[in-house]
C-alpha cells in the first residue's frame, strides 16, 4: 500500500531521516544554549568536519603543484577564452570601421550613432 505517492519502504526511510535530524538539531540546540560552557566558546558548537574544510581552504596554495593537467586547464580555461573573445571583438570593430570608412554602412544604418 503507498501513502503519499511513495512506498512503504520510502515512508520509513523519510521518517528514518527526519527523526535523524530532529536528534541532531536537539543535540545542537543542546550544546549551543549550554550554560556551563566556557566563556570563550559561547555560541560557538565545534564541528571537526567544518574545521578541516576551513583548514582545507587556507592550506590549499601551501600544497598546489603545478602539474601539467592544472596548467593545461588554466591555459583552456582562462587564455584561450580571454583570447579568442579579444579576436571577436577587434575582428568585428575593424570589419564595422572598414564598412562606415568605405561607405557600405550609411550613417543612419549604424549601431553606435554617437560614439
Same mark, same amino acid.
Not at 66 to 77: D, E, Q, T, V, Y
Given at each position: 500500500?503507498?501513502?503519499?505517492?511513495?512506498?512503504?519502504?520510502?515512508?520509513?526511510?523519510?521518517? !528514518? $531521516?527526519? /527523526?535523524?535530524?530532529?536528534?541532531?538539531?536537539?543535540?545542537?540546540?543542546? $550544546?549551543?544554549?549550554?550554560?556551563?560552557?566556557?566563556?570563550?566558546?559561547?555560541?560557538?558548537?565545534?564541528?571537526?568536519?567544518? !574545521?578541516?574544510?576551513?583548514?582545507?581552504?587556507?592550506?590549499?596554495?601551501?600544497?598546489? +603543484?603545478?602539474? +601539467?593537467?592544472?596548467?593545461?586547464?588554466?591555459?583552456? /580555461?582562462?587564455?584561450?577564452?580571454?583570447?579568442?573573445?579579444?579576436?571577436?571583438?577587434?575582428?568585428?570593430?575593424?570589419?564595422?570601421? $572598414?564598412?562606415?570608412?568605405?561607405?557600405?554602412?550609411?550613417?543612419?544604418?549604424?549601431?553606435?550613432?554617437?560614439?
Amino acid at each position: 500500500m503507498a501513502n503519499y505517492g511513495i512506498s512503504e519502504n520510502e515512508l520509513n526511510l523519510v521518517k !528514518q $531521516q527526519a /527523526a535523524r535530524r530532529a536528534a541532531l538539531r536537539k543535540e545542537f540546540l543542546m $550544546q549551543r544554549t549550554n550554560p556551563f560552557k566556557h566563556a570563550s566558546e559561547a555560541g560557538y558548537v565545534f564541528d571537526p568536519a567544518i !574545521q578541516n574544510f576551513m583548514s582545507m581552504k587556507v592550506t590549499s596554495y601551501d600544497h598546489f +603543484r603545478p602539474n +601539467r593537467r592544472n596548467s593545461i586547464f588554466g591555459i583552456c /580555461a582562462i587564455v584561450i577564452p580571454m583570447l579568442s573573445y579579444g579576436y571577436l571583438v577587434w575582428n568585428e570593430r575593424n570589419t564595422r570601421e $572598414q564598412k562606415i570608412r568605405s561607405g557600405e554602412l550609411v550613417y543612419r544604418d549604424r549601431m553606435f550613432k554617437f560614439a
